[in-house]
């Protein structure tokens, strides 16, 4: 058996098609005539968004938007002048059009490389995309066409790229493979878009699998068996049909309200990290959006986004959800994540650091574009504001003055807003869960972050794997302070909604009903099975199993009775 990162869920049995993808061979030499050389790579670049086009076409009819536009942005990285004009100097300056666009992709590769952070490491997968494709067009070799394999098929691949991907037909495709790629790489979103089961990051798969061998994936474990035997297609056979009598069942929850079985109305909302990402969550019948993470905003520029740009993404998303509730959270930039241009100090502890909320009350000027963008956009539907990583009243009071001032200038220039516009805070430290009485009586609502909550209250790196034993948010301290911040918030009638992976967990669903949790969201993927969990508790029963939860006095002990009572 090979163990890969599970991306996309499923099963699949079928046989291998390997597809290859090895870079273009040209030689090495000089040009005669340069003008003539850089013409010939004009036409290669003509020809790759001539067919780049109809690809993405083809893509959002069979992929969506989301997959579309990832082939899109091929296009528009191409058409950076700043990228063109560094091919033409490597051209004029005695290379030939194939080894001036390896150079120079190579340059951008190593660079975006380089960073720690996931998003920015996918750029260079898009880049090596274009990189390959634009030599194919260069020295006549031809595209690959994944459209034409056979029923049945496992794709195994080094990497796919999303080119390659386009033309998949997802009828004919029992699950995708690959040796490279983690869960955010194109070929997981990809499968996960197509719902083709998919495991990733397979050491060795290339050479250890064949054209043809009969090979079974576990997409939600990672799981592959390369020529499994009778007994494991079998046990694989039944375990798929499960999944997809599963899945069935879960449409049953489309277009219901999201209520416990004793009628207990809760609110089930999607989390986001792109306007894009709203029709994920409302194709998934989510009834709103309960974070919004902005940073990715930032992440995919080279400067911070205008106040234009930034006001033209939160309407579109307030549009996109037709006056549903959409939670903004503000700039939460720092520990895990970088945004080169922000210019920020690497730090001994950047968990512990200059980060969200700290920073930008630091960087007023940038924050006031940030808020600005959001309150303006609040009068396309129900925006709400959040704030990361609040640990004292104070953070809270600060960005409450600076909504107000906000406010009194578009008062003065005759812009309209929602003049009742939220101000909530994210719970998710420490700090903040020990004065959530206090912060109850200021903001207007609570979003519990239990990924950071989990983080912090256990003194955990949470991506730190020699402590990952700790880092368990059944850990009765992470489990306390959930149901005090909760109990925190009841007492001032404000909401508190959960946005923390945590809300997705069917064995916490019983624990959150208990404590009073009215508002869970989650990824749109989790949203009708969270609906499906939901609907299984009564108060009462849900009471039964906290009772119970609430005596233990380790992780093991609290995790030992949700599985107990699991339905
Ligand atoms: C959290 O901390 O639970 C959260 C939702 O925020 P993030 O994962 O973006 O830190
Ligand atoms: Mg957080």
Known sequence: MYKGIGGSSGYGIGKIVIIKNDMPVYEIKSPENKENEIKRFLQAVDKFIEKTTKMAEHMRKTAGEKNAEIIEGHIIMLSDPFMQDEIKDKINSGMCAEEAVDKVCEQFIEMFTMTDDELTVQRAADIKDIRLRLLKILTGDRDIDISEVPKGSIIVAKDLTPSMTAGIVKENVEGIITQAGGFTSHS???????????????????????????????????????????????????????????????????????KTADSIEIELFGNIGKPEDAKNVKDNDGEGIGLFRTEFLFMENTQIPSEEEQFEAYKKTAVMMDGKEVIIRTLDVGGDKNIPYLGMEKEDNPFLGFRAVRYCLDRKEMYKIQLRALIRASVFGKIKIMIPLVTCVNELREVKVLVEDIKADLDRENIPYDKNISVGVMIETPAASEIADLLAKEADFFSIGTNDLTQYTMAVDRGNSKVAYLYSVYNPAVIRSIKRIISAAANENIIAGMCGEAAADPLLTPLLISFGLKEFSVNASSILRTRAQIAKWTKAEADKVADEVMKCATQEEVYEILKRYQR
Do not use: H, Q, W
Not at 234 to 247: F, G, N, R
């Open 188 to 258: 997981a979103i990809l499968a996960r878009a197509l719902e083709i089961p998919g495991v990733f990051s397979v050491d060795d798969i290339t050479d250890n699998a064949r054209d043809g061998m009969e090979a079974v994936i576990d997409g939600k474990e990672g799981c592959v068996i390369l020529n499994p035997s009778k007994e494991e297609i079998t046990e694989y056979t039944a375990k798929k049909e499960k999944y997809l009598k599963d899945k069935e069942e879960l449409n049953k929850y489309r277009n219901k309200a999201t």
